[in-house]
């Protein structure tokens, strides 16, 4: 028989940072979650795989609690966020780089970085920023328009891990960049996992993807319908290609 404490061992081991259960959104009337359920541990980089208009970004979104509407449950760190709103979610740790990144066209890089606010204590200086993205210092003065898409991405990441957010979401950040800038990042998200941070990263490009991850959620039509841990990717590679339709 187990005593509680050797059964209440695992779980506090394991207690996931973020725990999302039965997450629905909408946009209006049209609603595409149906159900998400997934755990992110402390320390630990997921992917969210699926093929176009699965519903990852909503996912992020919901998370983040910018959709006007959803319902479910979303636990950062032991608190429910489901009826916060986004700025109380994002004081609890959690920063999100969206796909279309976000960079003040108008501002230079300092000031990009300089935009968000911070959300807790802890996050990185813009010493330790740069010393993650040496390109970055080079171009301190740069307009955001003059960015390269690369340097878009990195000044995007960068901005976030001032904010002292230790969850850090993600979407597609090596769309549409050269192979040697996805290397770039993909030692960047490398590096932050050994800092300590958590991500979830929502990707298309899973060859990217199993370079970076512990494990891999699949969604599809609006719910999590797969876990892949990192290790068993190459005997699933089959199934997943066909989740992915590649
Ligand atoms: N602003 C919006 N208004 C209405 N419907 C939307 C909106 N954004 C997304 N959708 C719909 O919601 C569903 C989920 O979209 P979502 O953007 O989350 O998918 P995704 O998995 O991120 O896809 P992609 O790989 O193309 O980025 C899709 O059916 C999409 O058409
Ligand atoms: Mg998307």
């Known amino acids: 028989m187990l005593t509680e404490a ?5 779980a506090a ?39 176009n208009g699965a519903g990852k970004t909503t996912t992020l979104k919901s998370i983040i609690g910018i959709m006007a ?19 109380a979610i994002a004081r609890l740790g959690i920063g999100y780089v969206p796909e279309e990144r976000g960079i003040y066209s108008s501002l230079n890089v300092e000031e990009n970085l300089m935009l968000p606010p911070q959300v807790k204590p802890g996050g990185l200086s813009v010493e330790q920023i740069f010393t993650l993205f040496p390109n970055l210092k080079e ?9 390269s898409g690369g340097e878009q991405q990195m000044l995007a990441i960068g901005r976030i891990l001032r904010t002292g957010a230790n969850l850090l979401l993600f979407d597609e950040p090596t769309e549409g960049l050269a192979p040697v800038i996805i290397d770039q990042i993909g030692r960047t998200i490398a590096q932050l996992k050994q800092q300590g941070f958590t991500i979830v990263l929502v990707e298309q490009n899973f060859r990217f993807a199993a370079t970076v991850a512990d ?11 797969d ?9 699933n590679i089959d199934k997943l290609h066909g989740y992915l339709g590649v």
């Open 6 to 10: 050797v059964a209440a061992k695992p």
């Open 13 to 51: 081991a394991t207690a996931p940072l973020l725990k999302v259960r039965g997450l629905e959104a909408w946009y209006g009337e049209s609603h595409v979650l149906h159900g998400i359920d997934f755990d992110v541990a402390p320390g630990e980089v997921v992917t969210l795989l699926g093929r």
């Open 69 to 87: 509407k959803r319902k479910g449950s979303v636990v950062m760190a032991g608190t429910e966020t489901i009826n916060l709103p986004s700025r």
């Open 139 to 147: 171009r301190i003065r740069s307009q955001g328009t003059k960015l």
């Open 215 to 225: 494990r891999h959620y699949v969604v599809e039509q609006g719910k999590v319908i």
């Open 227 to 235: 876990m892949i841990p990192n290790t068993e990717l190459d005997r």
